[in-house]
């Protein structure tokens, strides 16, 4: 049971970056998932996550309008799509189907996280 983010970079301010999370060993759409992100020296910040009973997304204050959360099913993938990039968005960004999910989206968390992957946004 494995989750594996990929798609971080160097971003310019306004730009746009899209990660990826693909699971192995079980079916996405079928836990409650999301993506936390983490700044250094700043603590873990739960940003979206999926419903499993009816597909609903959350997302922080911090990047609602900007960030959209979706799924493949076919491919077994979550997406995260960024726009309008900020300075304060340059984190380590990690999927995952864990208990801290569970106050804003509904379904069974599996306990699994994905490696970080690195987003810097900066000119």
């Known amino acids: 049971v494995q989750l594996q983010a990929s798609g971080g970079g160097l971003a310019q301010p306004g730009g746009s970056l899209r990660l990826s999370c693909t699971a192995s060993?079980?079916?996405?759409?079928?836990?409650?998932t999301g993506w936390f992100r983490q700044a250094p020296g700043k603590e873990r910040e739960a940003i979206s996550c999926?419903?499993?009973?009816?597909?609903?997304?959350y997302y922080a204050d911090s990047v609602k309008g900007r960030f959209t959360m979706y799924r493949d099913t076919e491919k077994n993938t979550m997406y995260l799509q960024m726009n309008d990039l900020k300075a304060e968005d340059s984190a380590h960004y990690y999927c995952?189907?864990?208990?801290?999910?569970?106050?804003?989206?509904?379904?069974?968390?599996?306990?699994?996280w994905g490696r970080g992957t690195l987003v810097t946004v900066s000119s």
């Open positions: 060993g079980f079916t996405l759409h079928w836990y409650a």
């Open positions: 999926i419903s499993v009973s009816d597909g609903n997304t």
């Open positions: 995952a189907s864990d208990s801290p999910l569970g106050q804003w989206c509904s379904g069974a968390l599996l306990g699994v």
